[in-house]
């Protein structure tokens, strides 16, 4: 019903644009004065943001990955991270998203060290291409749009939003097609890079970090992705930093400014289309007609001679005017404001700043000059003295009322609602695909036919108690095993979005539980229905209470399988696991072996087969009607060696109570105690896989 109403959503077309929240205010004028009020500024859209870092150092395993990388990015413009593989691009933009700590240098936007606070205005789109397969890109998107933006900003304008950026990169004809992967035909490979932009551009970023966006492409797919998002970056005013390895031409005339690295030194930070006069300038002159970029490339590939020419030069236009002011000033500037007299000047500009319309706040003033003009972030109010910049946050975060400080974009139960019926819509193709289907229809069959209509004698209750066993065992592998195989493409999902801050974890987990809950139910049900009547087991009682602990059972070994799943990355050693879990756990079940040496006895009360097929033969053979003895004298029953006064049919055969295969077989616990022992198990088994994916499994 979830997916399905879902998939009925229509998007809507725009009816109305993000503005701004404008505030009115007048000029102040003195006593006696007859000035007129100019009218109130109106505000425009946001600026943008400039992203500086400036001397980027860091090592990972104690080698020096990043030297003194700096750079700058300013708002409509395309700034291009290139170099060989191995030379930083992915790492230095991870550590300007913050995913990486770096060890010296600073990351600025707007002047101001980016904290979590502002890290919300940064996108980050992975190289990678991570969605769940069985949604399609519509749902997606819409999913995406409901988790990310706020609670306060209605739905048809979150609907909308997504209507624009679907409008924006061109994917309204495939919107209805799955996701896909390796194995499901789905989005081709420019369409998923489509779809991974596109879910970070819903948020409406201010900064956005691309880590080889072309990778996988083909030339023409490239270039209209790249053109896609070059006209973005100009009608939106974002700021782009892009990591690519070896473009066509085309792509990089696109961009405005380059950042080449060589073996993690800046080989080159400057304007684009300047690159090929500085390697001119130094000896390495580009043939007419041949791709920059590839000549590049092959420049910072040669001897390491011809690389530190390059890394060289590129250090001495650092004390050149060809250097941005705002890198060389940027350590004077630090130097300044951490000056007592910088101190008395940032407490003068916040007060000014207050009489102009709002108090100021940490972290508002960003970059100062001397006189009466005060840097902020984006808007611009004018007075007789003063000319104030005032930071306006995310602008969907302004018109909503978003707190600016707030952690998570919407409310815990949003999240649990949106997250249960995405990861239904995602969980329903697996678990009810047509193999599971076919599979279950069969094999309960077999095991029907195999037992059917079993007479009530001494020499079936055998029987009985394997079709009990292999019931309970079929019940627990199913679960477990498509839980573990599930997880590891779902585990690249969750740690893409919690490492973007879209939900609490918590959220997430109570979500999956619930919502695989009815799915992971239907199957077993249809299942113990089918054989249950086939084999002739115990009675309307009975059933019940095999199908209820049947539930239980798959519960408690999902659960299991989701613990051996984030314990156990490696696909093939978790399967492992679980076998040599499983298969020890029926062995100490209760079924192939009763006299269990006393030295190991023990080993039973850790098999939850144990307490799952006991709890079945109690409720086969409690309240049931006797079965008759055999007619010889080689009877394990007591009450087949003289009269018990529980009648003698025709033959003149005796018969025995059904309790009397519990006594045999030493079944001492009350039915509730097993059930209790099953039921404390996956509780404690699901808050162990919560515990390990909250303080073990986070991601990076």
Known sequence: MMSKSMKNTELPTISSTVDLVGHSYGQITGPGENKAVPPPPVFKPSRGMELIFHNVNLSINKKKILHNVAGIAKPGEMLAVMGPSGSGKTTLLSTIAGRLARETGDVLLNGQPVDKRMRRKICYVLQSDIFFANLTLKETLVYTALLRLPDSMPHKDKMARVDEIVESLDMRKCLNTLIGNVWQRGLSGGEKKRANIACELLTNPTIMLLDEPTSGLDSSTAYSLMTSMKEYTESHNKTVVTTIHQPSSQIFHMFDRLLLLCEGHVAYFGDAHKVVD????????????????????????????????????????????????????LDHKLALTSTPAADSFTKTAEEKVEQNGRPATNGDLVEMKLG?????????????????????????????????????PTSWWTQYQVLTRRNFTQSKARIWSKINLVQSVIIASVVGLLWFQLPRTEDTVSDRLGVIFFTYVYWSFVPMFDAITSFPEERVVINKERSSGAYRLSAYYC???????????????????????????????????????????SILTQGIGFVIGMTVLDLKLSISTAAIFMLSSMLAGGYYTRNIPFWLDWIKYLSFINYCYHTGVILEFTGAEPFSCLGNHTTAYADCLHDNNLGLNLNGTLYFKSEAVLEQMGITWPLWLYVLVIAVATIIVRLTAYLILRFIRKPH
């Open 511 to 553: 979500a999956k539980m619930t919502s695989e809950l009815p799915l992971i139910l239907v199957l077993p049900t249809g299942f113990t229905i089918l054989v249950f009547w086939m084999a002739g087991l115990n009675g309307v009682v009975g059933f019940f209470g095999m199908w209820a602990t049947i539930m239980l059972t």
């Open 278 to 329: 500085f390697f001119d300038s130094i000896g390495l002159p580009c043939t007419p007609h041949y791709n920059p970029a590839d000549f590049m490339l092959e420049k910072v590939k040669e001897s390491e001679e011809i690389q530190n020419l390059i890394i060289e030069n590129a250090d001495a236009r650092r004390q050149t005017d060809q250097w941005p002011k705002e890198l060389k000033k």
């Open 372 to 408: 009466n003009n005060i840097r902020h972030d984006s808007q611009i109010i004018r007075n007789a003295d003063s000319e104030i910049s005032i930071l306006i946050p995310d602008e969907m975060a302004v018109k909503y009322n978003k707190q600016k400080d707030q952690r998570w």
